[in-house]
């Protein structure tokens, strides 16, 4: 899979000059698949995509806020909205309830080649909270959880509640509460592939991931347990946003090399760090990136993801963009 995410107001009209334009670089470059939001993935643009010799991927959010189970942080107090990021907890029978059966009603009726599952994990804002020098903060503690995980794991919190419990959780019951946390990620996982295969056998389902260097690192700060994602899915998207995270390039390729090779691992590729141009919104997408900075993640993609990686964000491509992608696969193919 070569393939680009494209924001849902570059494409709302499939037909307009922006969106055919956008869909004819992607297919002259060499991609073959175009991600954007379920809500985007319309049958007029499954048919654009179609007609420019590409498939399309369309993007589900699981546990995003503001709708949702309410999350306490590990400061006692209600989860703090980040820049544009609000978490939700994935632990919350009702949500997850619907949360199933409106996976599996999009997978029924979808016009799009696939889903990816998107904010499948405990709440994180990591494109901030994974930077070098930052403290990512650990959810949930609130009443519900807390005695979901003592009945599970019998750990004695002897009364303690929201920081508190906090404390006593990472001094006494860490690894207890890792295992709790991902074992409630996984379940969810394993509940929606079986929906999207009893609804629509055959449908591609991949997932994003948070991207770090190591397996338990992942598992302890958002519940994404790579091993088991890897036999649940058909494909995993680390977002390695290389910029966003203040990395080198060459950690595109760490991260992607780190997961099981058991699956398909599609690495993130980072085209821009103008939020406003992609979302129209702003956003902290790290300190510039120029198009030598992309063109050595992008070799790090290809060769760590086996050929295959994802960009993100489309609209931060250009004609020289496409013109490194073009010469990237021209480089990787004589390899």
Not at 35 to 42: I, L
Not at 106 to 129: K, M, N, Q
Not at 143 to 148: I, S, W
Not at 153 to 158: E, I, N, R, V
Request: glycine share 8%.
């Amino acid at each position: 899979m070569r393939s680009c995410y494209v924001f849902p107001s570059t494409v709302a009209d499939p037909a307009s000059p922006g969106a055919r334009g956008l869909l004819a670089a992607a297919a002259a470059a060499g991609l073959d698949t175009v991600v954007t939001k379920s809500e985007a993935a319309t049958p007029a643009l499954a048919a654009e995509t179609r007609r420019h010799g590409l498939r399309l991927l369309a993007s589900v959010a699981c546990f995003r806020g503001p709708e949702g189970p309410a999350v306490v942080g590990d400061d006692g107090r209600d989860w703090q909205r980040m820049e544009w990021y609000t978490g939700v907890r994935p632990n919350d029978p009702d949500h997850n309830e619907r949360l199933v059966r409106r996976v599996a009603g999009l997978a029924a009726v979808t016009e799009a080649d696939g889903l990816v599952l998107d904010f499948l994990r405990w709440p994180l804002h990591w494109e901030r909270e994974l930077r070098p020098g930052a403290r990512p903060r650990s959810s949930s503690y609130d009443t519900a959880t807390l005695a979901a995980f003592t009945a599970r794991s019998g750990a004695g919190l002897h009364g303690d509640t929201g920081s508190a419990a906090a404390r006593r959780i990472a001094r006494d019951h860490a690894d207890a509460w890792t295992a709790f946390r991902s074992d409630t990620v996984t379940g969810v996982a394993r509940r929606l592939r079986d929906a999207v295969r009893a609804t629509r056998p055959g449908l591609w389902l991949g997932a994003f991931l948070v991207p770090t260097e190591d397996a338990e690192s992942r598992r302890r700060l958002v519940g994404q347990d790579a091993a088991a994602f890897a036999e649940i899915f058909d494909g995993l998207l680390p977002m390695t946003y290389h910029a966003i995270t203040h990395r080198e390039p060459a950690w595109v390729g760490a991260v992607a090399r780190a997961l099981p090779s058991t699956t398909p691992v599609i690495p993130m590729v980072q085209t821009t760090t103008d939020a406003r141009r992609a979302t129209g919104a702003p956003a902290d997408w790290g300190h510039r990136l120029t198009l030598a900075d992309f063109t050595e993640a992008l070799r790090h993609a290809l060769t760590s993801g086996d050929g295959r990686y994802c960009l993100f964000p489309a609209e931060g491509l250009t004609p020289d963009h496409f013109d490194a992608i073009r010469t990237a696969h021209g480089a990787a193919h004589a390899r």
